[in-house]
């Protein structure tokens, strides 16, 4: 990987981080409306600071539950705020049990209802989403194989003991 990710905000139950043209939320726990919230406000500050299209890689982990109507409506202007710029959103839920589905319908529902006209897709793995990324922009999309190692390198953040709030 030829640079670092960029760390927003990361704490035991999220992390908020950018790398290169992607910005990259990872939901380990408690999607509250705060949290929500703040990924909008950080939304903004990411594309104040990249020039050009951007893809969005949402990651919610198996055991994550699903926001409440709140945390659901700033889901949804989150989106609305990315759509000038992105090419495209990924959703990444990963697992296989009652909470990645639930998870999975809900967001589908959302973007169905709010009728984005993003490309975007459900996807179970970050492996999966940067083929797509790819296939959907290949001029701008990361080079096969380094999107995953920044995932995983926002991943191992995020912890149950420390709260890191980054310039």
């Not at 939320?25 to 999607?31: A, D, K, L, T």
């Not at 609305?80 to 809900?106: H, K, N, Q, W, Y």
């Not at 290949?138 to 995020?158: C, F, K, N, Y």
Request: glycine share 4%; net charge positive; hydrophobic share 45%.
């Amino acid at each position: 990987m030829t640079s670092d990710p960029r760390i927003y905000v990361v704490d035991q139950d999220h992390a908020i981080a950018s790398w290169r043209n992607v910005y990259i939320s990872i939901w380990r726990r408690n999607p509250s409306a705060e949290r929500l919230r703040n990924l909008r406000s950080l939304t903004s500050r990411f594309l104040r600071e990249t020039t050009g299209p951007v893809f969005a890689i949402v990651l919610v982990e198996e055991k994550c539950p699903v926001p409440d109507d709140a945390g659901r409506q700033h889901s949804v202007a989150f989106i609305r705020d990315l759509s000038p710029r992105a090419s495209c959103i990924v959703l990444v839920f990963e697992g296989t049990g009652f909470m990645a589905a639930a998870s999975r319908a809900v967001m589908v529902g959302l973007m169905s209802a709010a009728q984005f006209v993003i490309p975007y897709k459900v996807m179970q793995n970050v492996a999966e989403a940067e083929r797509f990324l790819e296939s959907t922009s290949p001029q701008q999309a990361p080079a096969r194989g380094t999107l995953p190692a920044a995932v995983e390198s926002i991943r191992s953040r995020i912890s149950d003991f420390t709260i890191e709030q980054h310039p």
